[in-house]
């Protein structure tokens, strides 16, 4: 099983930016596809974007397309979420997910934004946006 442990978070204001970067271990890290999820108090935990194993492809959520790149190191073993022009609704805690399925070849935006796509989560790290 993937350990996957975030960082980056933190308070800003509307406008900034954030960088958050999540260290997998315990596996083989470029077998799997990688994505971002954040979750806002009472609200269910939604898709923010997700990465393919060679980084070549990416998916978003509409709502961070052209504010947020996922962008992946895999000498590094780390994931990361470049998160510009900052907005109070992008407060949440926001965690990273390793994939269930190993060596995945097919890829579309409705598989990789499911929670049930990714088998491994880190503990999340809070984002918190004010005006």
């Known amino acids: 099983q993937a350990q996957l442990v975030e960082s980056g978070g933190g308070s800003v204001q509307v406008g900034a930016s954030l960088r958050l970067s999540c260290a997998a271990s315990g596996r083989t890290f470029t077998n799997y596809s990688m994505g971002w999820f954040r979750q806002a108090p009472g609200l269910e935990r939604e898709f923010v974007a997700a990465?393919?194993?060679?980084?070549?492809?990416?998916y978003y959520r509409d709502s961070v397309k052209g504010r947020f790149t996922i962008s992946r190191d895999n000498a590094k073993h780390t994931v990361s979420l470049q998160m510009n022009s900052l907005q109070p609704e992008d407060t949440a805690v926001y965690y990273c997910?390793?994939?269930?399925?190993?060596?995945?070849?097919?890829?579309?935006?409705?598989?990789?934004?499911?929670?049930?796509?990714?088998?491994?989560w880190g503990q999340g790290t809070q984002v918190t946006v004010s005006k």
């Open positions: 990465i393919s194993r060679s980084g070549n492809t990416t």
């Open positions: 997910a390793a994939d269930r399925k190993i060596q995945r070849t097919y890829y579309s935006a409705r598989i990789m934004s499911q929670p049930e796509t990714y088998a491994a």
